[in-house]
């Protein structure tokens, strides 16, 4: 779970930008105390219970969950029961529902992505990248993993990821793998994105952790893992490059370890939701 603290942060940050003076519209209302309902409006796996709360709390509301993190549901389930001023709920609203929306509607796909992948390799992992949209990288990895899937690096930090600008500064593969060993902690695995057989061969033969086959065709992928783990039949094989629920299959390869894709956050379609006063 994300830090009560950094959430309330950011909910505090997204009210001043979406109230900013005052809520010209609700200001007509005559206070009072009403109850409103949170109803799905789709099938599929929910995700931000405990954001939403806090959006509503900090706006002096009363919250109640009726469902939990992980939890699947079908179209026209409760969500949440709110109780408080008229104006706190309905100032509340837009931003709960697009946080409720967007982690959601990625809980779900990743879900979708998972059972779909494991019919035809029952190990491999899902995983998001760093596509994402500045501001909300620990909210969209927070949800990859309520669906059931892998964070990938949350940040430049996390691990070493030999891309191939990188790899271009450098002499070759081996040169740069040798370089990240010696001066990076022993805490931090090396992955190494290749483009062909030739690079994938050498990146295992040079050490590395991971390897990435950025943009193989199903075909090529298939020719060289056996070649990759007679090399080295512990290294970590990631498969990525346009991959998603569409081509999926043809992907989830045997020997393959990881499948990841920026469409789990970058492309992701909202989880429909509405809020009803009584």
Avoid at 49 to 63: D, H, N, P, Y
Avoid at 159 to 187: Q, V, Y
Avoid at 203 to 229: H, S
């Amino acid at each position: 779970m994300i830090p009560q603290a950094l959430v309330d942060e950011d909910i505090k940050k997204w009210l001043a930008e979406d109230i900013s003076f005052w809520d010209i519209t609700t200001s007509l209302l005559v206070r009072k105390t009403a109850k409103a309902k949170i109803y799905s409006k789709q099938e599929g796996v929910i995700a931000g219970i405990q954001i939403v709360r806090r959006v509503f709390e900090l706006m002096g509301a009363e919250f109640e969950s009726l469902v939990k993190d992980g939890q699947h549901v079908n179209k026209k389930t409760q969500i949440a029961s709110i109780k408080g001023d008229i104006h706190s709920l309905l100032q509340a609203e837009r931003l709960a529902l697009n946080l409720l929306g967007r982690m959601s509607g990625i809980a779900t796909q990743t879900a979708t992505m998972i059972e779909k992948a494991r019919s035809a390799n029952s190990t491999i992992r899902i995983c998001a990248t760093r596509k994402i949209v500045p501001g909300l990288s620990k909210y969209d990895k927070f949800a990859v993993t309520i669906g059931g899937g892998d964070t990938h690096r949350f940040n430049l930090s996390d691990m070493i990821l030999l891309k191939e600008n990188h790899l271009s500064i450098f002499g070759s593969i081996t040169e740069a793998i040798e370089k990240a060993k010696e001066k990076t902690s022993f805490s931090k695995k090396v992955e190494v994105e290749v483009q062909n057989e030739e690079q994938a061969l050498e990146a295992v033969e040079a050490g590395a952790d991971i390897l990435m086959l950025d943009n193989f065709t199903p075909v090529q992928a298939k020719i060289v893992i056996p070649k990759i783990r007679k090399a080295n039949p512990k290294v970590l094989i990631e498969l990525s490059g346009n991959i998603n629920l569409n081509n999926l299959e043809m992907y989830s390869l045997e020997g393959v370890d990881l499948i990841s894709s920026g469409s789990l956050t970058h492309s992701v379609k909202n989880f429909d939701l509405t809020m009803l006063i009584e």
